[in-house]
């Protein structure tokens, strides 16, 4: 979990931070079905560790807690830009490509700008300005575990854009569809959470557009994938900030 990476741990947190990747380099001797079992309870340990042995003797720094899962953020919303480039490297003459090509950067300027444009109004202040068990409580609440579905949702956004892109004139296949439209909105439902337990603030405007993006997941199994590039660029327009 990235929050490990921005705080010290006490004994228990330890335990849990090495009992996963203990087991990973375990499961790397063994063969299948062994080898997959280990990796999912390795998985459900980092996961919940911190919620089952709680955060006693962590310690955070706020600037560089913040900084880093931001550049996770950016990392996963790179890689997405590359998946755009990989889709469209065949076809990058055509102009209904070069439209597509346009519309999938707009989407993820307007994820990125979604997540760091609420960054800038405080994030890191308000971590700062909690202290002890509550500092590291909202540390683990508000970017350990929201961050993990916001994300998945980049990367599923990155899986169908890929496609979409690449046939510009056809409908998405049942995968690409739901990854693609549905990776907008699972990303704009985890802001909403992180924002919630951030700052009990509930970002009607990221909820809309959550259920927006939702919405077009029948439209990108119909239409063509242009038609479903277009209508996610509007839901992401229509952020108010």
């Known amino acids: 979990m990235p929050i490990r990476s921005a705080c010290c741990l006490g004994r228990s947190g330890v335990s849990t931070l090495l009992t996963g990747p203990a087991l990973i380099v375990v499961a790397a001797f063994l063969e299948s079905p062994v080898r997959e079992l280990l990796w ?6 980092d996961v919940s560790g911190p ?10 720094a706020p600037s560089y807690f913040v900084e880093r899962h931001g550049l996770v953020v950016i990392i996963a919303l790179g890689e997405a830009i590359v998946e755009v480039g990989a889709g469209a490297e065949e076809n990058l003459a055509r102009p209904a490509v070069l439209g597509a090509v346009v519309l999938a950067v707009l989407i993820a300027a307007g994820l990125w700008w979604s997540y760091f444009g609420y960054i800038r109004s405080g994030a890191e202040r308000r971590l700062r300005g909690a202290e002890g068990q509550d500092r590291a409580r909202l ?4 970017y350990s575990y929201p961050h993990l579905p916001l994300i998945a949702g980049v990367v599923f956004f990155a ?9 510009v004139d056809e409908p998405l296949s049942p995968l ?7 990776g907008v909105a699972l990303f704009f439902a985890a802001d909403v959470g992180y924002r919630w337990r951030d700052h009990h603030q509930l970002a009607t405007d990221r909820v809309l557009a959550a259920l927006a993006a ?3 997941i029948p439209l990108a199994m119909f ?19």
Request: aromatic letters at 2%.
């Open 214 to 216: 939702a919405a077009v």
């Open 51 to 60: 919620l089952l042995v709680g955060t006693g003797g962590w310690r955070i």
């Open 176 to 182: 690409p569809a739901p990854a693609l439209a549905g």
């Open 159 to 167: 899986l169908g854009v890929h496609e979409a892109v690449a046939g």
């Open 139 to 142: 540390a683990r609440d508000s």
């Open 40 to 45: 999912t309870a390795a998985a459900l340990i």
């Open 223 to 241: 239409a063509p994938a242009l038609a479903a590039l277009a209508a996610l660029t509007v839901v992401c327009a229509l952020q108010t900030g």
